[in-house]
């Protein structure tokens, strides 16, 4: 992987360095660990936890549906659960393999614009152009469809902060985005635990500069970080990188901690255990788990204190 030096760092300026602390939102999938489809009750028990041990009112889905292509309907389960429980909700929708119009229909029938802020946006794709699944071209075009047909709706794409800082997406940065999710993982990236946080923010700032000098504002498109994490017991090593519960909390305490200090959204990866999600593929080739990437464990247990500064 790529490393800059840290000139790059010099550049970026958080949008809200000077006013605020970042916002903190939690990834959660939308299938139980059964496989079912999550409904609304699942939903508000989710919420209940991540309301009850941390500081976060906001979430991000990935999909309308399962990992399998059937229709959960996850727009309509969870915005009633989230309005009812003061939670903001950033869908995603996931059109890789010619699904778009597929992913896009449980949105429309479940009228998520009448939900007023508890939409936060809608993010169209996760990491698709760093996979190579689908075109910049076709992303445009899916980001701009979403913006005609919701047109009081952010509307953004996920993808790795290093397709952020290396051209990838300077067309989707130029074509009138308003989200930018820039995913970055110490942990792919074979980090000791100990340069974990330094080097999170390395890929943040060098991702972040990139979005502000292609896009000619500091803060024209609202840049988060659409994920970052760590996986906890159970999980496998990545080289120098050791999952673990005890290194899961020292990334969060020192490196997610850190980035909301400095004024950057940001989304944990994630909420709650999936214990039969199927395995991840990294950079190099090397297959690793992603079934214990929670705080939370799957029955909504969480693993460690998740309350910055307290
Ligand atoms: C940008 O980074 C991604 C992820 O590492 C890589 O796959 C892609 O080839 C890079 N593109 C360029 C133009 O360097
Ligand atoms: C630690 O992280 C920094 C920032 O990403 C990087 O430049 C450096 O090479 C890393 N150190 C090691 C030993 O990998």
Redesign the pocket.
């Known amino acids: ?1 790529q490393i800059r030096t840290f000139a790059a760092v010099a550049l970026a300026v958080a949008p809200a360095a000077v006013s605020a602390a970042g916002q903190l939102g939690f990834a959660v999938g939308n299938t139980n660990p059964d496989g079912s489809c999550k409904k609304q009750s699942d939903f508000e028990a989710d919420f209940e936890a991540i309301k009850d041990n941390t500081q976060s009112t906001l979430v991000r889905t990935y999909s309308s549906s399962d990992s399998y292509g059937n229709p959960c309907n996850t727009p309509s389960e969870i915005l009633p659960a989230a309005q009812a429980a003061g939670i903001q909700v950033l869908l995603g929708m996931w059109p890789d393999g010619g699904v778009y119009e597929k992913e896009k229909a449980p949105l429309v029938d479940a009228n998520v614009e009448e939900y007023g802020d508890t939409l936060f946006g809608i993010t169209v794709g996760s990491e698709g152009m ?1 996979r190579g699944t689908y075109s910049q071209n076709e992303l445009i075009t899916w980001i701009g469809d979403m913006k005609a047909t919701f047109p009081s709706t952010k509307i953004g794409t996920a993808d ?1 902060w ?2 952020w800082n ?3 997406m300077d067309g989707i940065i130029k074509s009138g985005i308003d989200l930018v999710l820039a995913n970055g993982f110490a942990y792919w990236q074979y980090q000791h635990i100990s340069n974990a946080t330094a080097t999170y923010f390395d890929d943040m700032a060098q991702a972040l500069a990139h979005v502000q000098e292609v896009s000619g504002s500091i803060d024209g498109i609202h840049f988060m970080s659409g994920e970052t994490g760590w996986p906890g017991d159970g999980g496998t090593d990545a080289g120098a990188a050791k999952a673990g519960t005890d290194n899961e909390e020292t990334y969060f305490n020192s490196a997610v901690c850190a980035m909301l200090e400095w004024g950057i959204d940001l989304f944990w990866f994630e909420a709650f255990d999936e214990p039969n999600k199927a395995d991840a593929i990294g ?1 190099d080739g090397q297959v690793a788990s992603e079934q214990y990437w929670g705080s939370f464990t799957s029955d909504r247990t969480p693993k460690f204190n998740m309350m910055c500064g307290a």
Do not use: A, E, I
Request: aromatic share 12%; charged share 10%; glycine share 12%.
């Open positions: 992987m760093y790795s290093n397709c290396n051209g990838t950079d």
